[in-house]
């Protein structure tokens, strides 16, 4: 299975994250350790809770909520804020 990198963009053009993405479809989720470039500062290298919230940080929106997913910390993506991507 091949993976492709994306680019996570907010609705108000915010560049969020580089992500690379390995299954097709509608992103949902965004695991962690597979986002490459952290373009708000504050997705890699922190500690999270689960249930924290990931605002973008030009417009305040609700991005995303931390959440374990298949035992990996995600981002679990809100699809009216984030631009869509589907692979």
Known sequence: MSSK??????QCGQKIA???KVKSG??????LDK?????I????????????DIFCP???KRIATIKMIHGRLA???N?????????
């Open 18 to 20: 580089k992500y690379e």
């Open 75 to 77: 981002a679990k993506i």
């Open 35 to 39: 986002i490459l470039i952290d373009y």
């Open 26 to 31: 509608f992103l949902i989720k965004m695991y």
């Open 58 to 60: 030009k417009c305040n």
């Open 5 to 10: 990198i994306i680019e996570v963009v907010c």
């Open 41 to 52: 500062g504050n997705l890699s290298g922190k500690k999270f809770e689960l249930g924290d």
């Open 79 to 87: 699809h009216g804020v984030v631009k869509k991507i589907s692979t």
